[in-house]
């Protein structure tokens, strides 16, 4: 058959994720966390489903749930977005943001996308007919370049795309990529995308920028989060979509009919969390430091050579001193030869900046998996 995504395969994740099974690597590829969740998570969904909330919860999600992450929205961003009107429950961020571009995105239009990227936008857009134009941030520190940004808007631009903090590299927006943003945005019909789901695990003191602080910017933003990044819970798959109202009674048509509604008794245990437990989200950036500052200390000490990770749960290293391998090749040698899995950037770009010679590391594990790991990486 003539495919409609005729670029893609089977994602880096899955790929790197069975590779690393079948040679026993320590999988440092994909991202999710190995340890437990919180043990409040589990009592809670234990709870809900004692409760008997086993059928099919309202379509855009259960009331308890919406109302708390309007709460804690207020409490972390200074906004409370209409509960009923303007925040999704849905089954995780990946659906949100299909939801979201689906919503607004025609055939032939242009959606701008900040490369590297996460792997899902391209195909999503793509599946709307519409064309991913990719403006490349800077290849050291993974700032936007703004003034490209600028320049790759055009009549047929209808969604712009932004990560913050960023995967696969950590980066965040300062205040000041925000006023470049309303700058940029106002006076054109471009929506946003913002994908914040490593919204609360921001390192040394920053403030995460969340679109939600800037009026003029969630007038016009799709606000997608995820509850598996905060609750160690990626397995679960629900996420939210906070948007104004005009732009989320489109978003709940789209989400009505792909998937109609979110695992019940998982909203119920968040609702609880979120209202019983805000220490849970209060504390995560201080939780992954820990893990970040002690990871980086370990990678010191081999010739792999870390870059700066503001936020998010992942480490990029320079291994130029190790090999001249591609990133596709090096991961694929370290995983099968080294016994560590690692995921290349060049898949999260349209054209990786040629010489690049970086892999991805997810620190999100325990600390007996990332002393294993750097146990292999010593002898690189
Ligand atoms: N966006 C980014 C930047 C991510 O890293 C991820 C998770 N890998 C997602 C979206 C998807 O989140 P979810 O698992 O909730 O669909
Ligand atoms: N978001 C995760 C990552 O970047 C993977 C999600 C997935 O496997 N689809 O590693």
Known sequence: IQSKLPKVGTTIFSVMSQLAQEHGAVNLGQGFPDFPVPAALVAAL???MRDGHHQYAPMTGVPALRQAIADKTLRVYGHRPDPDAEVTVTSGATEAIFNAVHAVVRAGEEVVVLDPCYDSYEPTIDLAGAHAVH????PATFAPDWQRVREAITPR???LMVNSPHNPSGAMFSEG????LEAIVRDTGVFLLSDEVYEHIVFD??????????PALRERAFVVSSFGKTYHCTGWKIGYCIAPLALSAEFRKVHQYNVFSTFTP????????LQAHPEHYEQLGAFYEAKRD??????????????????GYFQLVDYSAVSDLDDAAFCRWLTVEKGVAAIPLSPFYEAPPPGQR??????AKHEATLDAAIERLQRL
């Open 177 to 180: 990529d925000m006023r470049e």
């Open 294 to 311: 002690r990871f980086r200390e370990q990678l010191a000490t081999t010739r792999l050579r870390p870059l700066p990770v503001p936020g």
């Open 266 to 273: 998982g909203q119920h245990a968040f609702a609880t969390m």
């Open 358 to 363: 970086l892999a991805r590391l997810c620190f």
């Open 46 to 48: 234990d709870q809900a």
């Open 157 to 159: 631009t209808r969604m």
């Open 205 to 214: 003191g920053r403030r995460h920028e969340s679109v939600l602080r800037y």
């Open 135 to 138: 403006v490349p941030l800077d």
